[in-house]
């Protein structure tokens, strides 16, 4: 075996805006492309790195996975970390700056080559994600869908009555152009509800009535955020959120999340300077843990420290079968740092298409700006229904029924998946939301594969997500593998049992 000698070296510049992180990874990529490093060269350990560049072995770890997901790096354990041998030609021959060569001494030191011809780690996880977003979004209900209420279990006479006698009434408000803040009466309703049962004290001028989550993120961001602001998200994390903050010019940095929620230490870590931390606090998609105590005091005092700003999505607080709702992040919130997002298409129905935001007083002004230049109110006829929906006490009830109702529906699909599956998988149910997610045990062949058993799923008829996705860089080799899937409308044990079996017949393939 022939050793190449480590002759070149890498470099950052700590006066750029573009994290440290991904200035290793544009390294690393113009060294490949440029021929400075060739497939099954090794590259510095991470340690090593670390040290030559005086930054945290984190850091360095960050940069490495992103590049082992994009495939141009393989970790092989013990023996290293090496350039993919089966590198597609395409990223070797053009540089991302469009070809322009880099100076020898800007590419990474190459600590070795002449490695095993074993195949690179597939780069799967963005192509992966796009089938599971249209499955996510599908106007048709499937089995076991996340995210997804009881369709059977809504009061739809109610909701069409208040709906026929809003649209009868002959008020001509009602078909004009929609309020772009929303209908003062409902925003009067959700500033009372949250008062109530979240602990969020907000006046009705503070509450943004919007046409879904991803609308209350495009309101959020067109009013506070700035081309280029890193944004905290939490790895794993909800992936419609992902795949749309993608698009809008910010910079996500992927914070892990662990049985206490995201960690907070390692956003500083990685980005101390982030301008904005999205998080979901009472129930973390999609592992379903809860933020403690200690990590939220952390997070407030982060934010506080250089008026950051907080995205808390609150998305199914409503639903907790241990105990009371917890507080929201909100309600600890003393010096208005936090926008606290909540929506009704998992408390009501999707199609429903409203949802809100409550806003920090200082940002009203900019906020009631932005949203009149959107011109994208959401219809007032259903929001006046809605209005009346919980002013008349149907929505307190609702929710009531739901959550007896889920809690056993839950235990259901829980009962069925360990019965059929047994100890190659582990179902450990969270203590709130509709949905959950459950892990593989590991293979005497490695990781199994849930990107292909969600998809045979799929085409049995079933609306699993695979677990993995969810990640930032979900095809690394430690990255959890499982499901994600909904319970609200598992409508008896039969039913449970007959998904579990299916869902079992997809792992054997």
Known sequence: MT???????????RQKPLPIYLQICERFRTAIAAGHLRPGDRV????????????????????????????????RGAAGTFVAPSLSASLRQEAPDGGREQDADDAPAAEGAGAAKTPASPRRTTTARQPAIAVALSGQPQPLQPGLPALDAFPRKIWSRLVSRHARSGDHTLLAYPDPAGYLPLREHIATYLGLSR??????????ITS????TLELVLRSLASPGDRIWFEDPGYLLARSFLAETGVQLVPVPVDEEGIDVDQGIEREPEARFAIVTPSHQS???????????????????AASRWIIEDDYDSEFRYLGRPLPALKSLDRHDHVLYCGTFSKVMFPGLRLAYTVVPERAVERVARVACSMNAGAPTLFQAALADFIEQGHFARHVKRMRTLYGQRRLLIAQALKQTFGEHLTVELPSGGIQFAVQFAETAYGPIDDVAIASRARQAGLAVLPLSIWYAHGRMRDTPRGLVMGFANISDANEAGRHARTLRACLDG
């Open 3 to 13: 050793l190449r000698k480590p002759a070149l070296a890498i470099r950052i510049d």
């Open 44 to 75: 510095p350990a991470l340690r090593g790195l670390a040290t030559q560049l005086n930054t945290a072995r984190g850091t360095v770890e960050l940069a490495y996975s992103i590049l082992v997901d994009e495939g141009y790096l393989q970790m």
């Open 199 to 208: 602990g969020v004290t907000c006046l009705p001028d503070q509450v943004f």
């Open 212 to 215: 879904g989550y991803r609308a």
């Open 286 to 304: 999609p592992l379903g843990n809860t933020l403690s105590l200690a990590r939220r005091m952390a997070l407030l005092t982060w934010a506080e």
